[in-house]
């Protein structure tokens, strides 16, 4: 039975007149990575796909009704905010199972002017889908999109439902596709040897009290036989990282796609959650093994400053947005495939007027990727890192007209373009990190991506 709800909105979005028309219908079993590979001819460069850690809500977004971006300015976060305000400022979906989502990421430093995959991005890209897909719980929704001048629309309308109906056929019928691993011919470690010198650069710094703590990345340049596609790769971390948030944004031939186990903070009904994520150490090869180094971590000095640099920070963002709010006093263990963390949930019920964004802006980067101070941080971190993060380490998520939205710290990810992918990894170097022990890290945080790209990993 499909059920639709039509709602059409006058709204003013930079003193352009604008209708939004909506339709949501609910559709019958369908797989959300079927919905986005339907729309691999007409709308590749104009997806994106999301699937929170507990599998219990998957965004897929087909083609664009409106796209935000912004370049290189400092209010970046107000600006989307406001845009998305102004365009959804009429609209009443309380209790609407789906809503319009924005979707999109901002980029980790809009500061940083080194050059490479990264040149024509956007500093934040956000985008409202022509055709969107929710998958809650064990319901699915796909609504329609339009957000035009144009006084009379329906003919365009009617265009779109049949535009929908051809892609939701074609996601149903198609047999669920498995995909084969890429097949890779090159792996290169970019700047190798200017990572050693910034980790020892910066440390000997830190030693001099000129910060706390920094994070610094590398990156990876795998070059492919064949040209891999976004659903070849996301199907691939979706299998790989089961445990993780995956997320992947497309923007002409670029996807960002990862893994993340990090969030950044999700908003639900004016309570915020965050996490203090960092602080690392493998998985054992046995289950005795493991515990043992999760116990170590637990007790590591080195890690637990790590650590708590970023807890103070967020307690911080949290004292300031929250009405009240709730931090433990000890981390626990977060254990993924590959690696463990140091892990400290934060929570708390924002002040009436405090907003999602107003907590990304805040929060980011935590120290868990940039530093202490972070000002100080950011200013070493483009000083000696010398490579352009991108999207990396930067907030990546949605939200909907309500406010309600969930942002991750765009982590374990790889910006693919044509036949090459660049795989990026870091950790949080303090007073004393070492530089080979800090290089073998980022071996084990590339992992995840390197295994899903049809890498092999080495120990
Ligand atoms: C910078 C990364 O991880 C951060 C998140 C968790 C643990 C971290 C650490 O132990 O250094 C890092 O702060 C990365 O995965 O590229």
Redesign the pocket.
């Known amino acids: 039975m499909q059920q639709k709800w039509l709602k059409t909105t006058e709204v003013e979005v930079a003193s352009n007149k604008l209708s939004f028309y909506i339709e949501t219908i609910e559709v019958n079993q369908l797989s959300p990575l079927a919905f986005f590979a339907a729309g691999e001819k007409d709308y590749k460069g104009k997806r994106f796909f999301w699937q929170n850690r507990e599998k219990t809500l998957t965004i897929v977004g087909l083609g664009q009704a409106i796209v935000f971006e912004n370049r290189g300015n400092h209010q970046r976060f107000d600006e989307i905010e406001q845009k998305w305000k102004e365009l959804t400022r009429n609209i009443v979906m309380e209790e609407q199972e789906s809503q319009p989502i924005l979707f999109g990421g901002f980029t980790f430093d809009p500061d940083n002017r080194e050059l490479g995959e990264w040149d024509e991005f956007p500093q934040s890209y956000f985008t409202v889908a022509t055709f969107q897909l929710i998958k809650k719980h064990e319901k699915t929704y796909v609504s329609i999109h339009l957000i035009t001048e144009q006084q009379n629309s329906a003919a365009l309308f009617d265009e779109l439902r049949d535009e929908r109906d051809r892609l939701i056929h074609a996601a149903q019928v198609k047999e669920l596709k498995t995909y084969e691993k890429p097949e890779i011919c090159s792996i290169h470690e970019r700047n190798k040897d200017n990572y050693f010198q910034a980790v020892e650069k910066v440390t000997n710094l830190i030693r001099q009290k000129e910060a706390d703590k920094v994070?610094i990345?590398r990156s990876l340049e795998l070059a492919f036989k064949n040209q891999p596609s976004s659903p070849q790769v996301i199907y691939q971390i979706m299998n790989e990282q089961p445990e993780s948030f995956l997320f992947g944004l497309e923007r002409d031939h670029l996807l960002f796609f990862g893994a993340t186990?990090?969030r950044l903070v999700k908003v639900k009904k004016q309570y915020a959650y965050s996490a203090c994520?960092?602080?690392?150490i493998k998985r054992g090869k046995t289950a005795e093994e493991d515990k043992r180094l999760g116990e170590q971590l637990l007790n590591d000095s080195k890690?637990l400053k790590?650590h708590q640099y970023?807890v103070e920070m967020i307690e911080k963002t949290f004292k300031k947005l929250c009405e009240e709010y709730r931090v433990p006093k000890r981390p626990k263990l977060l254990k993924i495939r590959d690696i463990q963390?140091l892990y400290t949930p934060v929570e708390g019920k924002l002040y009436n007027d405090a907003t999602i964004l107003q907590l990304v802006k805040y929060l980011h980067p935590t120290p868990?990727?940039g530093g202490v101070p972070r000002n100080k941080a950011l200013e070493m971190i483009r000083k000696y890192e010398k490579m352009n993060r991108g999207l990396?380490?930067g907030p990546i998520g949605w939200m909907d007209a309500d406010g309600n939205g969930e942002f991750v710290?765009a982590?374990?990810s790889a910006a693919l373009i044509d036949d090459k992918a660049y795989l990026?990894?870091?950790?949080?170097i303090v007073a004393d990190s070492n530089p080979m022990t800090e290089y073998e890290?980022?071996l084990v945080?590339f992992r995840p991506m390197l295994r899903a790209l049809g890498g092999q990993f080495n120990e």
Request: aromatic share 8%; net charge negative; proline share 4%.
């Open positions: 994070v990345a186990p990090e994520v960092a602080g690392s890690n790590e970023v963390h868990a990727l990396y380490a710290v982590i374990r990026y990894a870091g950790g949080g890290e980022t945080k």
